[in-house]
């Protein structure tokens, strides 16, 4: 028994079907934001204890869900597509989207739990449940992803609430039912597989993306999701486990849990045989396969970003988890962050710094250090800046030496603090000024700073980050350092972040005397 919400009866202006049409066509089509709002102060008062028979609510909140859909996607494409909004803008659009499949999710579980605590007229409702359920279960799962866009925290009562509807699937032998999920939407899906996508994201490490690679990230878990398996028993490819009585996402089988009949295990099952081969196809052909859908409600993925994504899945949906490449120590200790390539340079350099700009720097605490980077807790997050792929540099309390990163894991444990798994890039470094090459009239165009990477005179190799359109394949860069200059050929861009480029050169040196 869910035994989330009551019932009952009121007078409504959505009191018959014709009247209820009407209002919903009459909704403004020209601000989604303000649609959304819209129907959710209607899905809201449909679901208000006294007013509806179940069945009839039922029919209210599929129509209303219905409408909401084309505004929702808008708005969403809006939002992942803008890549310079506003922090006011940002955080309305963000709200309107999570508010949005709130209600939806709210709405569907009212009429769930008019079946499941049997209400008077609820039973009515048996043969809609697979796909009162299967929305329901979708909006709970697009909860969860908006909270991964902003990298957390996830509120376990969405978990609570999807474990306990598809457990009455399962209980009530619907799971498995198929059922088309919009009318003007083609395909089917069933409880089970609705409930696999929305563990699946959550398995998939979402905290190691962007917010457009977890969009992408949940296209392609949409695309595999016929091929997940969910057992009552471990089996040997099992890779992840969770329990309907609880109230968290699935873990890792990193050992076996307690036995309990509440227990489930999901896997990528076939879907990891199918990854591998639309892989396969990608890495051979360099186009994104039609058959992905990705083409579809107006998005547009460049071949290498959905390759990222695809790799990204078949290592998190192995059986075996990632290994790490280096031992984890636990340490407790201070920690200077600055951010960015400006942030960086200033701290390598801080006569580079004007007096009246704000410093970057920050104060973390280091959890745990390996030879291949930091895992830190922030204490108190401040501005918006945080962000996968953003270039730090992090200073060790008594430490002189800056070491230059970037964050590549990060979650929110509240909306003020978090914690970040950063790669470390460098454990020194040196700001230099760099040109073009210079011909024999002289020195070349001065292009500005960059980050010299673990600096040695004597190596055949560099790296150097660098202000993003610097760098060119077909043109070598120079700079000049105690006395000597260092020739720069460039050998390939090694990744790009918002501010900065990481490439890699083959170094020359020769005394500028000569």
Same mark, same amino acid.
């Given at each position: 028994?869910?035994?989330?919400? *009551?019932?009952?009866?009121?007078?409504?202006?959505?009191a018959?079907?014709?009247?209820?049409?009407?209002?919903?066509?009459?909704?403004?089509?020209?601000?989604?934001?303000?649609?959304?709002e819209?129907?959710? &102060?209607w899905?809201?008062?449909?679901?208000?204890?006294?007013?509806?028979?179940?069945?009839?609510?039922?029919?209210?909140?599929?129509?209303?869900?219905?409408?909401?859909?084309? &505004?929702?996607?808008?708005?969403q494409?809006?939002?992942?597509?803008?890549s310079?909004?506003?922090?006011f803008q940002?955080?309305?659009?963000?709200?309107?989207?999570?508010?949005? &499949?709130?209600?939806?999710?709210?709405?569907?579980?009212?009429?769930?739990?008019?079946?499941?605590?049997?209400?008077?007229?609820?039973?009515?409702?048996?043969?809609?449940?697979?796909?009162?359920?299967?929305?329901?279960?979708?909006?709970?799962?697009?909860?969860?992803?908006?909270?991964?866009?902003?990298?957390?925290?996830?509120?376990?009562a969405?978990?609570?609430?999807?474990?306990?509807?598809?457990a009455?699937?399962?209980?009530?032998?619907f799971?498995?039912?198929?059922?088309?999920?919009?009318?003007?939407?083609?395909?089917?899906?069933?409880?089970e597989?609705?409930?696999?996508?929305?563990?699946?994201?959550?398995?998939?490490?979402?905290?190691?993306?962007?917010?457009?690679?977890?969009?992408?990230?949940?296209?392609?878990?949409?695309?595999?999701?016929?091929?997940?398996?969910?057992?009552?028993?471990?089996q040997?490819?099992?890779?992840?486990?969770?329990?309907?009585?609880?109230?968290?996402?699935?873990?890792?089988?990193?050992r076996?849990?307690?036995?309990?009949?509440?227990?489930?295990?999901?896997?990528?099952?076939?879907?990891?045989?199918?990854?591998?081969?639309?892989?396969?196809?990608?890495?051979?052909?360099?186009?994104?396969?039609?058959?992905?859908?990705?083409?579809t409600?107006?998005?547009?993925?460049?071949?290498e970003?959905?390759?990222?994504?695809?790799? &990204?899945l078949?290592?998190?949906?192995?059986?075996?988890?990632?290994? !790490?490449?280096?031992?984890?120590?636990?340490?407790?200790?201070?920690?200077?962050?600055?951010?960015?390539?400006d *942030?960086?340079?200033?701290?390598?350099?801080?006569?580079?710094?004007?007096?009246?700009?704000?410093?970057?720097?920050?104060?973390?605490?280091?959890?745990?250090?390996?030879?291949?980077?930091?895992?830190?807790?922030?204490p108190?997050?401040?501005?918006?800046?945080?962000?996968?792929g953003?270039?730090?540099?992090?200073?060790?309390?008594?430490?002189?030496n800056?070491?230059?990163?970037?964050?590549?894991?990060?979650?929110?444990?509240?909306?003020?603090?978090g914690?970040?798994?950063?790669?470390?890039?460098?454990?020194?470094?040196?700001?230099?000024?760099?040109?073009?090459?210079?011909?024999?009239?002289?020195?070349?165009?001065?292009?500005?700073?960059?980050?010299?990477l673990?600096?040695?005179?004597?190596?055949?190799?560099?790296?150097?980050?660098?202000?993003?359109?610097?760098?060119?394949?077909?043109q070598?860069?120079?700079?000049?350092?105690?006395g000597?200059?260092?020739?720069?050929?460039?050998?390939?861009?090694?990744?790009?972040?918002?501010?900065?480029?990481?490439?890699?050169? !083959?170094?020359?040196?020769?005394?500028?005397?000569?």
């Amino acid at each position: 028994m869910l035994n989330l919400f *009551g019932g009952g009866k009121s007078d409504h202006p959505m009191a018959d079907v014709k009247a209820a049409r009407k209002i919903l066509e009459g909704i403004p089509a020209e601000d989604p934001i303000k649609a959304l709002e819209d129907l959710g &102060h209607w899905l809201e008062s449909v679901c208000t204890p006294g007013g509806f028979k179940p069945d009839y609510r039922a029919q209210l909140v599929q129509m209303i869900d219905e409408a909401a859909q084309l &505004h929702l996607r808008k708005l969403q494409r809006e939002y992942l597509s803008s890549s310079r909004l506003s922090k006011f803008q940002e955080n309305r659009m963000w709200a309107a989207l999570y508010g949005a &499949h709130r209600q939806i999710a709210i709405a569907f579980a009212t009429c769930i739990d008019d079946y499941a605590t049997g209400q008077k007229g609820g039973e009515v409702l048996k043969g809609s449940m697979p796909l009162l359920t299967v929305r329901a279960l979708r909006a709970l799962a697009a909860q969860v992803k908006w909270h991964y866009v902003r990298y957390g925290p996830v509120d376990n009562a969405l978990w609570s609430m999807a474990c306990k509807i598809y457990a009455l699937a399962e209980s009530r032998k619907f799971a498995r039912t198929r059922v088309t999920v919009y009318p003007a939407i083609a395909g089917e899906s069933s409880p089970e597989q609705e409930f696999l996508k929305m563990a699946m994201l959550a398995a998939s490490s979402p905290d190691r993306l962007l917010p457009v690679e977890v969009e992408l990230v949940e296209r392609l878990i949409a695309h595999f999701s016929a091929g997940f398996k969910l057992s009552v028993e471990h089996q040997p490819d099992i890779a992840y486990w969770i329990d309907l009585a609880g109230n968290q996402p699935p873990q890792r089988l990193a050992r076996p849990p307690q036995a309990a009949p509440t227990l489930r295990f999901l896997a990528a099952g076939a879907a990891l045989g199918e990854l591998a081969q639309v892989i396969q196809s990608l890495n051979s052909t360099n186009v994104v396969p039609s058959a992905l859908g990705l083409g579809t409600l107006g998005a547009s993925y460049e071949p290498e970003v959905v390759l990222d994504a695809l790799n &990204h899945l078949a290592l998190y949906w192995s059986p075996k988890p990632p290994a !790490r490449k280096t031992p984890r120590h636990t340490v407790k200790s201070r920690l200077a962050a600055t951010y960015g390539l400006d *942030g960086v340079l200033a701290a390598l350099d801080p006569a580079r710094q004007p007096a009246s700009e704000e410093s970057k720097v920050e104060s973390w605490i280091v959890e745990n250090v390996s030879a291949g980077g930091f895992g830190a807790g922030i204490p108190q997050i401040k501005g918006d800046w945080l962000k996968i792929g953003c270039l730090v540099g992090l200073q060790p309390e008594g430490g002189q030496n800056w070491i230059i990163g970037v964050i590549r894991r990060y979650s929110r444990e509240t909306p003020q603090q978090g914690s970040v798994g950063i790669q470390t890039l460098a454990r020194s470094a040196l700001p230099v000024r760099v040109r073009l090459q210079g011909g024999q009239g002289g020195p070349g165009r001065d292009v500005g700073w960059a980050i010299l990477l673990n600096p040695a005179e004597s190596a055949t190799e560099a790296q150097l980050i660098l202000a993003p359109g610097v760098f060119s394949a077909d043109q070598n860069l120079e700079f000049e350092r105690d006395g000597r200059l260092f020739l720069l050929l460039p050998s390939a861009l090694v990744e790009s972040g918002d501010d900065y480029e990481r490439v890699r050169f !083959r170094q020359m040196v020769r005394d500028t005397d000569e």
